[in-house]
């Protein structure tokens, strides 16, 4: 009898226990702008090799630790929430694309993110096109992405289409 009433009190508790394990046990980076955790089954790798490896283009910015457990992802948070590795705004910058490092160019530009309207990334864009940097020169395709980069007042964006023809 003791019994059931124990097994009783604990169905009824059950829930709320895991509720609050779930809910407590996610990862957060309070006072961070950037942490991503990557695990791996290798020693620890460079960014760079990392991103030939497993196709992670977001290890360029913030903290990187790595764990031996399995070739996957385990955590990315931004600004203390958790989320999707790529719902992250990539950051690519000129250097990037002086660097030439095609295959991380060309997945970081293929992401979901290229879609919103980041006048930075049209910018870049447009670079490669106009300079001929992992693709075929293309001046029209340039000023396609310079226009979309543009906004008004900003003497920089107004300059680069201009630039562009």
Known sequence: MH???????????????????????????????????????????????????????LCKRGD????????????????GEAIYPYDIPVELTEADLYEKDCDYLVKTLKSPLILENNPDIFILV???????????????????????AGKPGKKKYADLRRKSG
């Open 3 to 57: 019994s059931q009433i124990v097994r009783r009190i604990a169905m009824f508790f059950c829930p709320f226990l895991l509720l609050g394990l779930v809910s407590n046990g996610r990862a957060t980076a309070e006072g961070t702008d950037f942490t991503l955790t990557v695990v791996n089954t290798h020693q620890t790798m460079s960014c760079g090799e990392l991103r030939l490896e497993s196709g992670c283009f």
């Open 64 to 79: 990187i630790t790595y764990r031996y457990k399995a070739d996957a992802i385990e955590k990315v948070t931004y600004k």
């Open 126 to 148: 447009g670079t490669m096109y106009e300079k001929g940097i992992c693709t075929r020169r293309n001046i029209q395709q340039a000023y396609t992405y310079y226009r979309k």
